[in-house]
């Protein structure tokens, strides 16, 4: 992702104002995603998730992460998997930010600097404008990757040579940050808090894709890993995932979604599986 070092700059000193009086140390991941956090929500079941699938393909998977910013995500992966690397095309996002950058990161724009094959790739974010499907599918077999339905675009492979195996629902990192704001910073009425709650617009899409000789393969790991998430507390979770249930976000909770006019329910992390190719 592109980024303007005085941008940058400018961010990285709201970030240090804004933890004199944050109310919570993990209210910054929602706040400043860039710096302290990810584009996407996710908890721990969704690493799992992918986990699950790098592990189904091989018993040494090679998985890459690209647009990886600072590695949030990534570093929740390595301790699943060892042999992963990710690709950040924006040098100054890594060293303004005063951060050692890991061998595992590497600088470079996927769009040409993708080098080796893959087992599995996983496009968290693409800016808009944007395009790295054509790089990404030629060197892999199996995507993971994540719409923002507010802003990120260009991450469905269906014409690129892949089949669509499962799919669920988070919430955007938008509608958790106006929440945690309207909630702890500011002075709203609950009545009025519980009105902005109904209009969350934005969600976040998660996408897997497979060639058709992984499909099934692919697919058999995603529902053994849902039927483990059944047994409450069995892998753990993080500690930011009390900040989305503390913001109406729990796991299988039911919200309204817009469709062709019409309001459904979904649940959020509820995996909706495709028919095989």
Known sequence: MAHKVRDLE?????????????????????????LSGTYFCYRKLDVLRVAAIAKALSNKPKYCDVGCG??????????????????????????????????????????????DRFDIIFVGWMEPGIDLRDAVAQKTDVIVSTLDQGISLAAEFEGHGFYKVA??????????????????????????????????????????????????????????????????????????????????????EEIEVICSRNQRLERLWEIRFINSP
């Open 167 to 252: 799919s669920w629902r988070t919430p955007s990192w938008e509608d958790v940050n106006t929440e945690i704001m309207n909630k702890y910073y500011t002075q709203i009425h609950n009545d009025t808090l519980n009105y902005l709650s109904k209009l969350r617009g934005a969600h976040n899409l998660w996408y897997v894709y497979s060639r058709k000789k992984n499909f099934e393969k692919v697919k058999e790991a995603l529902i053994t890993s849902q039927g483990d998430e059944q047994n409450v507390g069995a892998h753990g979770r993080y500690d930011f995932e009390d900040i989305l249930d503390g913001c109406g976000f729990n796991y299988m």
């Open 10 to 34: 400018i961010a990285i000193e709201a970030l240090k104002k804004f933890r004199k009086y944050s109310i919570s140390p993990l209210h910054e991941r929602y706040i400043f995603p860039l």
């Open 70 to 115: 600072c590695g949030d995500f990534l570093i929740k992966i390595r301790e699943f998997i060892s042999d992963v690397v990710g690709i950040e095309n924006c040098a100054d996002l890594v060293y303004r930010c005063h951060r050692i950058k890991p061998d595992y990161i590497k600088i470079t724009d996927a769009r040409w600097g993708i080098n």
